[in-house]
């Protein structure tokens, strides 16, 4: 049997050195005390500080290595490409990808830097939503894909080595979620979700310490929203189910919730109303019935949903494709 990392929490030395002495009558094992080093991540306690830095500064310059890829003539600090707004113009129509499908070589490329990047994306830097677009693609990828791939290792090769600020917290988990109406093709809308763990709110809507995230999430909505309100509402519904599990481990490990329920922050106030029961229904009735799970959690006290200006839903960031976009997320929000 062969086992990677894993970490030991201890309170106690004598403790730790009880668990390692049986390990060692039956395996053969390598102890790193620094705790340093941790499924390919470097890790930086930072005690006095109270919080800890994780980075994989290897990583990037490697892939890009494989890859062959050049660096770029001009620092790139968008991941991916954007359309300008024109602001006065009631309708602004959806760009189609009517660009030539690749051959299989090329194929096979975009898969392969599709599968490379996700692991870094997910533990390190979440600010390459990128990804989510040409995993979405990768099967019948486009010259337009390739392109998306290119720029992206561009912006990676002028930020490879991100760093995640983790401080320490009451260990409670918040959400912010976020979602874009039919940005997708065929009339698809997608979502972003932001969990992380911070202090026990003392205020509403809730006073939550900025933290990193531990976990985002960017996914395409299933179906057709046929409003905005839906699309948020879907959003939701995606979040809350995925925050089910990490709440029960939490609570498993000794870290309680609050009674008031977990905290999600939203920008749609229609989508928010119909959810805590303050807008009588009425078109909505035809919104995906699904959906209808997270307002019965709401009104069971599970989740604590509350309403907060678009401008500062860190969520927004991964939904819309903004210009110039940097590591802001990174830092200390």
């Known amino acids: 049997m062969a086992v990677d990392d894993f970490g030991i929490k201890y309170f106690s030395k004598k403790d730790a050195n009880h668990l390692l002495s049986a390990l060692q009558d039956k395996y053969s094992i390598t102890i790193n005390w620094s705790g340093d080093s941790y499924l390919g991540l470097t890790i930086n306690w930072k005690y006095d500080k109270s919080y800890v830095e994780i980075s994989m500064p290897d990583y990037v310059p490697k892939a890009l290595v494989k890859f062959k890829h050049p660096p770029p003539r001009l620092p790139q600090h968008a ?24 051959d299989k070589d090329e194929t096979t490329r975009v898969q392969a830097i599709s599968g490379t990047f996700l692991y870094y994306a997910r533990a390190v830097d979440p600010t390459i939503p990128a990804l989510n677009e040409i995993s979405n ?3 019948k990828p486009t010259e337009k894909t390739a392109k998306a791939c290119k720029q992206l290792m561009y912006y ?18 918040s959400l912010i979620s976020d979602a874009a109406y039919l940005v997708l093709p065929d009339a698809r809308s997608h979502c972003a979700v932001l969990y992380t763990l911070s202090n026990a709110p003392t205020s509403k809507p809730p006073s939550i310490k900025p933290n990193g995230p531990v976990h985002v999430l960017v996914k395409t909505i299933h179906g057709v929203p046929a409003l905005a309100s839906e699309a948020e509402m879907g959003s939701i519904f995606i979040s809350a189910q995925e925050a089910v599990p990490i709440l029960n481990t939490l609570i498993e490990l000794g870290h309680p919730q609050p009674h008031s329920g977990t905290p999600i922050e939203m920008d749609n106030s229609t989508a928010h109303d119909i959810l805590t029961a303050h807008l009588c229904m009425k078109w909505s009735k ?40 940097h590591h802001q997320l990174m830092r200390p929000l």
């Open 286 to 325: 035809a919104f995906d019935m699904r959906y209808h799970w997270i307002k019965d959690r709401i009104a069971q006290g599970q989740f604590d949903l509350y309403w907060a200006r678009g401008t500062q839903n860190h969520g927004d960031y991964f939904t819309k494709h903004h210009p110039l976009a």
């Open 79 to 102: 991941p991916h490409a954007w359309t300008d707004p024109v602001y006065g113009q009631k309708t602004q129509y959806a760009t189609e990808d009517h660009s030539p499908f690749l």
């Open 137 to 139: 693609q990768q099967s």
């Open 156 to 173: 990676l090769v002028t930020h490879p080595k991100a760093v995640i600020q983790y401080y320490a917290s009451d260990m409670v988990i």
